[in-house]
């Protein structure tokens, strides 16, 4: 496997985690980085000790490279994307794929027009609970699949980007298209949503800070998410098991016709239960397991990009195909953004 010579796209916030997980891999070698921020560019400077541009033309110049990983707003994700396809680079480009559904569909197009690799970071696909639960789901331990079941409250974010409806998209645009690509992950293609939310209470939020949001599938499985934002203290740099003492709570359920799953994000459990017939004829939950995922953090266990940075090298380095393709993302993206628009009309959106 040749080393892969990568260019970071966007240096700062969220970029530093791709570049952290880039110089710990032993299959890549960060060659270069790009920010439209002087800022940006000398602290790039200072942490990776290559040569750093203000734009990805410029980069792509005066460099030799594989792939680039883009980790920079919204907005900007489409023009990077076609750009670095364009001239033949593998690319990862963080979620959502951009804040319009006719940036995202451009991005499927140009991977598809330059036969392209390119991978949009939903990367819970990757992390080790979500292969657990698939591992288990595809065992056929707990039968096939029919109702999956998302709830979050979280605390306030700060007055910053991801909070205005226009250069975020949307709640369902920058946070929750993570979870909707997770329902179809396990449960394939969507035929309608339905989103039903109430008025914000969070005062510096233009998007939604409260819904509730069902997804009918094809197979004939629903999948529901549950967000409220208000109900937590909006407490942060506590230990794991701090948290839900100020309220916050996230946890997937996975039923079966067989049984269940239940992974719990603050105490790194996953409970699985059976079906059982009684002898009266009832069928009752019997539990089976409780795992606890000790070795791993909170977020580590569910929402670190770690596991997808080393699939996107590894994949890059041997030559192999994307493990989900831009098509498939920009479906999660329709999906996110026919929530958007159920939310504004106060009706089904059919897929």
């Not at 439209?36 to 990805?56: C, F, H, I, N």
């Not at 792939?67 to 750009?83: E, K, Y």
């Not at 949503?193 to 499985?221: I, L």
Request: with cysteine.
């Amino acid at each position: 496997m040749k080393k892969v010579r990568i260019g970071l796209v966007g240096i700062l916030r969220n970029a530093r985690g791709h570049g952290i997980e880039c110089l710990k891999n032993r299959n890549a070698r960060v060659v270069a980085g790009c920010d439209v921020s002087p800022a940006g560019r000398e602290q790039g400077q200072k942490w990776y000790g290559v040569p750093m541009y203000p734009s990805l033309a410029e980069m792509i110049k005066n460099e030799k490279l594989d792939a680039v990983i883009i980790s920079t707003p919204n907005w900007t994700h489409r023009q990077l994307t076609v750009d670095a396809l364009k001239a033949g680079l593998k690319v990862l480009c963080e979620k959502p794929m951009a804040n319009t559904l006719s940036d995202s569909k451009a991005m499927a197009e140009a991977a598809k027009k330059y036969k392209g690799f390119l991978t949009i970071g939903f990367e819970l696909k990757t992390c080790p609970i979500m292969l657990e639960i698939k591992k288990i789901v595809d065992s056929g331990e707990v039968g096939e699949i029919k109702h999956i079941h998302f709830l979050q409250t979280p605390g306030q974010k700060d007055n910053d980007w991801k909070i205005s409806q226009k250069l975020s998209g949307g709640l369902f645009i920058e946070k929750l298209c993570h979870q909707i690509d997770t329902f179809r992950h396990f449960l394939g293609d969507m035929k309608s949503v339905e989103v039903y939310h109430g008025p914000n209470t969070s005062r510096h939020y233009e998007v939604m800070d409260n819904c509730y949001a069902t997804f009918a599938f094809k197979n004939g499985a629903v999948a529901h998410i549950s967000f409220i934002t208000g109900l937590a203290a909006a407490n942060y740099g506590l230990k794991d098991s701090d948290y839900p003492k100020y309220g916050h709570s996230l946890r997937f359920d996975f039923i079966g016709t067989r049984g269940s799953l239940s992974y719990n994000y603050w105490d790194k459990s996953l409970t699985t239960c059976k079906l059982v017939k009684q002898k009266d004829g009832a069928w009752k939950s019997k539990l089976v397991s409780k795992k606890i995922f000790k070795k791993y953090s909170a977020a580590q266990l569910y929402e670190s990009f770690v596991y997808q940075d080393r699939d996107f090298i590894e994949r890059v380095g041997k030559g192999k195909k994307e493990l989900f393709t831009a098509l498939d993302s920009y479906k999660t993206m329709q999906a996110a953004f026919a929530c958007e628009e159920s939310a504004r009309k106060n009706r089904k959106i059919l897929l």
